[in-house]
């Protein structure tokens, strides 16, 4: 088989490609599911909406960060905890700001392929979900408050549920 013959095996692969979701309730799901997962867990998270409800002041938003990853950090099964945001930054240390979900690569994430398992979490099927899907891992779907959001963001929640049927499925 030539190079370009692997190459569109490759892409059609992926192109049909369906990765786990699973929707979390809060964010002690989200806990219970990585306690219960591989060892060396790679747990990503957006953090609009996913760690901190959306236009929560700087202060809160700082702190509830860093309460998550402390939490998410001293949990055994869980590795590394990666924060991105396609929001400003916002004074995290280490949060990848403007992360262009769903395009950022893996270098970009500070992923090298060794990981025994890397999970994104996120609000929104249409960035978070994709990103996992592109990458090929496991997509958990977590909102925080989807009360009063946007026209923005409640037309992200509609298409959302139309790419998840074709490019998720239920674990």
């Known amino acids: 088989m030539s190079a370009v013959d ?11 490609r369906r990765v786990p979701i699973t929707v979390a309730e809060d964010l002690d799901h989200v806990a219970e599911l990585a306690a219960a997962g591989p060892s060396g867990l790679v747990v990503l998270f957006d953090v609009d909406n996913t760690l901190v409800r959306q236009g929560a002041d700087p202060q809160e938003f700082i702190a509830r960060v860093k309460e998550a990853v402390a939490r998410f950090e001293a949990i055994p ?6 924060l991105v945001s396609n929001g400003a930054d916002r ?32 609000d ?3 960035t978070d979900g994709l990103l ?26 509609r298409l959302g549920r139309l790419v998840r049927r074709r490019f998720f499925v239920d674990s």
């Open 6 to 16: 692997r190459r569109a095996v490759g892409w059609l692969r992926q192109m049909f």
């Open 91 to 122: 004074g995290i240390p280490g949060m990848i700001s403007r992360g262009n979900k769903p395009w950022t690569t893996r270098r970009r994430l500070g992923l090298t392929g060794e990981e025994t398992e890397v999970w994104i979490v996120g």
């Open 77 to 82: 099964a869980v590795g590394r905890v990666a």
């Open 132 to 157: 996992a899907w592109r990458l090929g891992v496991p997509f958990v779907h977590h909102v925080v408050d989807a009360g009063g959001e946007g026209s923005r963001q409640s037309m992200m929640r």
């Open 124 to 126: 929104q099927i249409i």
